[in-house]
């Protein structure tokens, strides 16, 4: 069974609107991150989750825009709000330490068409 | 940002070939990954080399890192199509599970 799940694994969405994307581990885990894969190009980090408090944001990216929350250590959301076509990507969560050691955990994804 | 550049951007051989990728990073690092995406979805780990070791293996997989260089290489022995995919490097310059990714290598083997 899988490591990380998120879910919606795709979907399309209107301009203007804003999508939750959850993600959920089956372990207990020390970090969890979020990462932005655009059409054609390679993983850049959004933002590190932390657990009960504000998430630690990567140049280029701000809390309005992708908002994100980590209520406990299994479990994070992130939101991509106010979407216009260029936010239409694969949205990837990631995992690492807990249980699990060094090895960082992916999730499938979830794909995102902005219309 | 990137850390660096992987070459080729593009690889086509034939089944039963060897494919070699390549990674560069700018910064020090902790640990040097490989990873492998089908069809735009998820990650799957293939390989983690620490900065003080200098080549692993795993089944047909072989990478080598050069520190001095500040390079990484992943060999994939005797291809199957099932190899087709895109092949990610990512460093970390500390434990902690944040990572930078090169620009990926997109690899096609033809039966």
């Known amino acids: 069974s899988a490591v990380i799940s998120q879910k919606p694994s795709r979907d399309i969405c209107q301009r203007g609107t804003s999508l939750t994307i959850q993600c959920q581990v089956d372990s207990q885990v020390t970090m969890m991150f979020w990462y932005r894969q655009q059409p054609g190009q390679s993983l850049t980090l959004i933002a590190t989750?932390?657990?009960?408090?504000?998430?630690?944001?990567e140049s280029g990216f701000v809390i309005d825009k992708f908002p994100i929350s980590r209520p406990n250590l299994t479990f994070s959301t992130l939101t991509v709000s106010n979407m216009s076509p260029e936010d239409s990507s694969i949205y990837l969560c990631s995992a690492w330490g807990g249980i699990r050691g060094n090895t960082i955990y992916f999730g499938e994804g979830s794909w995102l068409t902005v219309v | 940002s990137q850390q660096g550049e992987e070459d080729p951007q593009a690889l086509s051989i034939q089944e039963g070939e060897n494919a070699t990728m390549n990674c560069s990073y700018k910064t020090s690092i902790n640990n040097l990954q490989w990873y492998r995406q089908n069809s735009g979805r998820g990650l799957v780990h293939l390989i983690l080399i620490r900065s003080n070791e200098r080549e692993k293996h795993s089944g047909r997989l072989r990478v080598t890192l050069d520190t001095s260089k500040k390079s990484s290489s992943l060999l994939i022995t005797a291809s199957r199509a099932a190899d087709t995919a895109s092949y990610f490097c990512?460093?970390?310059?500390?434990?902690?599970?944040?990572?930078?990714f090169g620009q990926g290598t997109e690899l096609s083997v033809k039966p």
């Open positions: 990512a460093t970390d310059e500390r434990e902690g599970g944040k990572l930078i």
């Open positions: 989750a932390n657990q009960g408090s504000e998430a630690t944001y």
